[in-house]
């Protein structure tokens, strides 16, 4: 007798969500303090003048100001901004 499989479970069922990472401010672009300049595994970007790490490699704006990035666009930078001076 010829016989056919049944319907069970199969083993590549699963997928994970996406973690939404990279780039969420861009060369140029305004940041306050504690925003998120990108999202990252690892260090694929270095943090720079006015920025932080997080524990999670996320680099942090550390200071108001516009963002730069400098070796060959892998180190990223915030330049202060002018204080206005009343």
Same mark, same amino acid.
């Given at each position: 007798?010829?016989?056919?499989?049944?319907?069970?479970?199969?083993?590549?069922?699963?997928?994970?969500?996406?973690?939404?990472?990279?780039?969420?401010?861009?060369?140029?672009? +305004? +940041?306050?303090?504690?925003?998120?300049?990108?999202?990252?595994?690892?260090?694929?970007?270095?943090?720079?003048?006015?920025?932080?790490?997080?524990?999670?490699?996320? +680099?942090?704006?550390? $200071?108001?100001?516009? +963002?730069?990035?400098?070796?060959?666009?892998?180190? $990223?930078?915030?330049?202060?901004?002018?204080?206005?001076?009343?």
């Amino acid at each position: 007798m010829a016989h056919k499989k049944g319907q069970g479970s199969v083993k590549n069922g699963r997928d994970s969500h996406s973690k939404r990472l990279g780039v969420k401010k861009y060369g140029g672009e +305004v +940041v306050i303090p504690g925003n998120i300049i990108i999202r990252q595994r690892g260090t694929k970007w270095q943090p720079g003048l006015n920025v932080y790490l997080g524990k999670d490699y996320t +680099v942090h704006a550390r $200071v108001a100001g516009h +963002v730069y990035f400098d070796r060959n666009g892998r180190r $990223v930078n915030v330049k202060p901004a002018e204080v206005a001076a009343n």
